[in-house]
């Protein structure tokens, strides 16, 4: 990992702990967010960390595995990281789909926290 | 390099703190609450014939929803008749050498290889031109596609010009829609603008299509950077600085009418212009606004008066889909990093060949894997970062400077979206758009989906510039994607994965709790 730039170091560390954590238990998802985050998925506004959490455990399946085709990670002028992934997931004994989510990272005190997530069924099945 | 300066002002501004700590959460600027819009609907296509699209494709015989969830037909009137109103967009047909011809005979051999009937307002001869308005983005889409395949009794080309225009006399005294005031659009030779009044702040008031200042050059901006341009091609005049202000523009637009296109014998075939969408964002007014930062319903009760607008990308994809894509160069700010990224991926047991190396991505030579090839040009430039390990290239595929950005994209294949199926997400935040795009598009026979994520902000009152892009492409045809991608193993393992099947669309259900048409309308 030595000849990365960092940003490329967080976004994967980022995006690993976040679908480790969204497969162990994901009502500690809250915990990665701020009351200024916006998570949207499927579309659907949620702000807040107790928002955020609150969808997190709402959601209608017990467990869910995330697995990744792709991500990429670019610096943003303002210091930031937005991070894209896309990959598959299965949730319970419910068909493949494909996904694609965005990660907006930003360090607060020395914390990469994220700030905003947008999350999107892929429109069509893919591999 | 601009690369090192990007990396430097940004390692120096934050600190490597790698993993984002549950206990040490603070909150961050509380007044940063942003709006957020989200799109899925259908809208009509833009003329494509059926036989290229997947199911998506809706007949132009169909209803067109809008985005108030009404729905009206599109009834095609005979000639004479007023157009449907639905899209309140106004183009301006010309035929450049159209004053040689009869005007029925000029109309009906147009209409003869035009997919769609149309129905000329106000046709009438100017100088040397024929030109006619039409109503509708569709329409005009399918008459700019004439260009090129009609001859007259001479053999010689008729030639057809698309432009956007405001409504032709006859009908803007009749016309009392706000968009007509609100959205202002100038031509230049090959491209577009499309800019708002009244809109001020620091709030993105639309996407895309740049206006470009014909009289610079764009050949000597690029020299500059000492790139080889050979296979970039010329693209007109381009302005690399800040676009025109409104005066300027509507000064310039009059003048560019008439001198357009009589006395050039090479020109591109034009159009491209976005047709506003019936969704609508709300923007304020920032002399009226106590913070641009808040938008919402509850911000809106503050202000007194909330114009409407909203953001439109399709523009930046029929400028991507025109062939000649130079014309996003004023879409991306100065240093804007872009990447690619495809799941593709040649070392599929499925399709490799034998004696295929594996080495890495850029040097396999994806003419061995025909079945695949047709994404090879992407693979070529994809940055998956989960499947490159070379530093080198890592950094080589973040293009980092808008020159670099659009060398990168002219060189993808060419592409034919299907604006008629878009999902769209944003967010709006101090000025900051975030945007999450896919749609589905044509690209070498295959249909593929584009997911592009970006990042923008207004350099002036009247454009956006896009600081970070990234496009995602994958395979969007249901027979290749049947379990053709091997998928890894999850930490947990997990005995066979089903294939793909048909139910996607109930699971998706299950997902979604509102689709698409959840916007929220704020009216002045």
């Known amino acids: 990992m030595g000849d990365k730039p960092v940003w490329e170091q967080i976004g994967s560390t980022f995006i690993q702990h976040y679908y480790q954590l969204f497969y162990n238990d994901r009502t500690q998802l809250g915990a990665i967010y701020i009351d200024a985050s916006c998570v949207m998925w499927e579309g659907q506004q949620f702000q807040g960390k107790a928002a955020i959490g609150e969808k997190s455990s709402s959601l209608l399946f017990q467990k869910i595995q995330h697995s990744i085709t792709a991500q990429d990670h670019q610096p943003t002028p303002d210091s930031c990281i937005i991070s894209m992934v896309a990959g598959q997931l299965k949730a319970d004994e419910d068909p493949i789909m494909g996904f694609h989510q965005m990660f907006l990272l930003k360090n607060i005190n020395d914390a990469w926290v994220c700030t905003n997530d947008m999350f999107r069924l892929a429109l069509h099945n893919f591999g | 390099s601009i690369y090192r300066r990007r990396y430097n002002n940004w390692s120096e501004q ?121 109503e509708n983005a569709s329409i005009a889409f399918a008459l700019k596609s004439v260009n090129g395949k009609i001859w007259d009794e001479n053999n010689e080309t008729v030639s057809v010009f698309v432009y956007p225009s405001d409504a032709p006399h006859s009908v803007q005294k009749e016309l009392m ?83 357009f296109p009589d006395k050039s014998t090479n020109i591109r075939s034009v159009v491209h212009y976005v047709t506003p969408w019936d969704s609508e964002l709300c923007l304020m007014d920032s002399q009226e606004s106590p913070s641009p930062t808040s938008i919402g319903i509850a911000a809106h009760k503050k202000l007194p008066t909330c114009k409407v607008r909203r953001v439109d990308q399709a523009g930046y994809y029929l400028i991507y889909d025109s062939g000649d894509r130079q014309g996003l160069l004023s879409a991306y700010h100065d240093e804007a990093c872009f990447s690619l990224t495809t799941p593709f991926n040649p070392k599929d047991p499925a399709l490799a060949a034998p004696g295929n190396t594996h080495t890495g991505q850029t040097t396999t030579s994806c003419s061995l894997f025909s079945p695949r090839s047709s994404l090879c040009e992407y693979f070529k430039e994809s940055r998956n970062l989960k499947k490159l390990k070379d530093p080198s290239l890592r ?130």
């Open chain 2, 177 to 259: 829609s706000e968009k007509v005031e609100q959205t202002k659009v100038m031509q230049t030779q090959d491209y577009l603008l499309i800019a708002s009044s009244g809109l001020l702040g620091d709030l993105i008031t639309h996407d895309i299509a740049m206006v470009l200042n014909p009289r610079n050059s764009m050949a000597a901006s690029l020299q500059t950077h000492g790139k080889n341009i050979s296979k970039v091609k010329s693209a007109g005049e381009l302005d690399k600085s800040k676009s025109l202000q409104p005066e300027e523009m509507s000064a310039n637009r009059s003048s560019l009418c008439t001198a």
């Open chain 2, 395 to 524: 950094v080589q595929l973040l293009k980092q400077t808008k020159c670099d950005i659009v060398r990168s994209l002219c060189v993808l294949p060419k592409t034919q979206h299907d604006l008629s199926f878009f999902v769209v997400d944003m967010w709006f935040q101090t000025g900051v758009l975030l945007c999450v795009a896919e749609v589905e598009g044509m690209s070498q026979d295959s249909v593929r989906a584009f997911t592009r994520t970006f990042i923008a902000t207004p350099v002036s009152n009247y454009s956006l510039c896009i600081v970070n892009d990234e496009l995602f492409v994958r395979d969007a045809s249901p027979k290749e994607t049947q379990s053709t991608f091997s998928i890894p193993v999850p930490t947990h393992s997990c005995s066979s994965w089903p294939t793909l099947c048909q139910k996607q669309q109930e699971v998706v259900q299950t997902f979604s709790t509102q689709s698409g048409m959840n916007l929220q309308w704020l009216q002045k």
């Open chain 2, 14 to 134: 934050v600190s490597s703190g790698i993993c984002p700590s549950p206990h040490q959460q603070q909150d961050g600027d509380p007044a940063t609450n942003g709006t957020h819009m989200s799109t899925r609907v259908r809208y009509t296509p833009y003329a494509i014939p059926p036989c290229h699209w997947r199911g998506n494709f809706q007949k132009q015989d169909q209803v067109q929803a809008n985005m108030e969830g009404e729905q009206k037909p599109p009834e095609r009137k005979m000639k004479g008749e007023r157009q449907d109103e639905t899209s309140g967009s106004w183009f301006k047909i010309i035929i450049p050498f159209g004053i040689k011809y009869e005007e029925t005979w000029l109309l009906n051999l147009i209409q003869g290889q035009c997919s769609v009937p149309f129905t000329p307002v106000e046709f009438h001869y100017e100088k040397m031109q024929a030109q006619f308005f039409v």
